[in-house]
């Protein structure tokens, strides 16, 4: 079976390959020399701050075992992460609408490179305070980073459909290239120099500092509503009514948390969904092919970004029906293929399907993190810009906290189906945003053909 693993990952790499290298006119966006200047800072700060990020996950639960806590106490440390990140997160987050994105920026940088710090000690309390500086840090990479982005774009004058090539370039780097080269980093100072499970935080922490370097020599500051009179409640006020009373927001930020949930969901799951036997799989190649397929995902989103006639909304109905038909294969080969009752081994052939069809999902991730950052430039109003993007992350958070809570509560085929069902429903809004962000197009027509009826109507 081990050959498995390297044919699937062999096979993405080519196609990734061949996408990259097959692109032509039509799948380039072409840019001017100033643009990609800015664009390159952007990547290389963007990449640093994941390196920073990707180097920690596969070993903070490691770690915490290593210093003798059990899964229970393991538990309600990354509750406090997520938890944190749903309260304090939103604040600070929201901050960076007033006090400027490029400080948020900073502030990332400083808070969890004080996280990794953390990590050197066995005392639980102290790693306590790592777990919500930790959920503090995601909030801003999440949000001040996409949102300091989009503003710099706007004020330096770039074309706005330029935006998209950032957006999937960055997903191409940062969440894909980055997290498999970080993982092989992380194995080779944890098992290949053998310094210890805290090594990749120590590592982590040095990417973090060479990032925020480059943020204070070269970005500029920007910011959402500067308002004096506007406090942090009036600021939460407006957020939440600009959500409430504009559709195409509310909508936009329920498909991303439907997604993410299910996203984050499925972190924790598809090591059980492989090895429900304790088989022996090998979780960090298994990971890297998965960031493979996510590159094979933002690959694909470049080239259909870059057509002006082809919509986001469109495209992302169709992402959504193949994400959540990927989730339903474990409780189709519950059904269909005998589950084996003998411990250990190697993967199962109900396993190896299962493993196809993660990967599909995760080429669906690789699709949905520059069209859904393509959706918000678009429709989130930009002085209020961080703040909607936390307030986006609340119903996300509290969800994982639940999951996480209830983790054993309910058999993985359930939890899979909830994924499953969660997705299908970002699909049907998708469709509805797609229908009332034609309206006024639709309005406008009805109008001019009114006035002039030999009018044709534009394309875009």
């Known amino acids: 079976m081990e050959l498995f693993y390297f044919m699937v990952f062999g096979a993405l790499g080519a196609v990734v390959a061949a996408l990259e290298l097959s692109k032509n006119s039509k799948d380039r966006i072409n840019t001017s020399p100033a643009f990609n200047s800015f664009k390159n800072n952007y990547l290389v700060v963007y990449s640093l701050m994941m390196a920073g990020d990707w180097l920690q996950g596969p070993y903070v639960y490691y770690l915490y075992s290593t210093y003798g806590f059990g899964k229970g106490e393991i538990g309600q440390l990354f509750i406090a992460g997520f938890g944190s990140s749903m309260l304090f997160g939103t604040i600070v987050g929201s901050l960076a609408d007033k006090q400027g994105r490029r400080r948020a920026c900073v502030t990332y940088c400083i808070t969890y490179i004080l996280s990794c710090i953390t990590k050197h000690s066995p005392q639980y309390k102290i790693l306590m305070v790592g777990r919500v500086l930790g959920g503090i840090a995601t909030s801003l990479l999440f949000s001040a980073f996409e949102s300091w982005l989009v503003a710099e774009h706007n004020k330096r004058g770039f074309d706005q459909q330029w ?49 925020m370097a480059i943020i204070l020599s070269s970005w500029t500051e920007n910011y959402g509503d500067t308002s004096e009179n506007k406090d942090l409640l009036t600021q939460f006020r407006g957020a939440a009514v600009a959500i409430a009373s504009d559709e195409k927001i509310a909508l936009l930020g329920a498909i991303q948390s439907l997604f993410e949930g299910s996203m984050y969901t499925f972190v924790f799951l598809w090591t059980p969904a492989l090895s429900p036997n304790d088989e022996e799989i090998p979780h960090g190649f298994i990971f890297a092919t998965f960031m493979l397929a996510s590159m094979l995902g933002s690959s694909l989103a470049s080239r259909l970004l870059a057509r002006s006639t082809l919509r986001v909304e469109s495209y992302m109905q169709i992402v959504f029906v193949v994400s959540s038909a990927s989730l339903l294969l474990p409780i189709i080969t519950n059904f269909l293929v005998a589950p084996s009752k003998v411990k250990g081994g190697s993967i199962s052939f109900a396993g190896c399907l299962q493993l196809l069809g993660f990967c599909t999902f995760e080429a669906c991730v690789g699709i949905f993190w520059p069209s859904i950052m393509k959706m918000r430039s678009q429709y989130i109003p930009e002085e209020a810009r961080s703040t909607i993007m936390n307030f986006f992350r609340i119903p996300l958070n509290i969800f994982v906290c639940i999951v996480l809570y209830n983790v054993d509560a309910f058999p993985i085929t359930v939890m899979f189906g909830m994924c499953s069902i969660f997705l299908f429903v970002a699909s049907i809004l998708q469709r509805r945003l797609m229908a009332i962000s034609e309206k006024p197009k639709i309005e406008n027509w009805t109008a001019l053909k009114e006035r002039d009826p030999e009018a044709e109507p534009l394309n875009d």
């Open 163 to 211: 935006l998209s090539l950032t957006f999937s370039k960055a997903i191409f780097l940062g969440n894909g290239l980055v997290a498999i080269l970080s993982g092989l980093f992380g194995n080779l100072l944890v098992d290949s120099f053998s310094l210890g499970p805290v090594a990749p935080f120590d590592a982590a922490a040095c990417f973090l500092a060479i990032g």
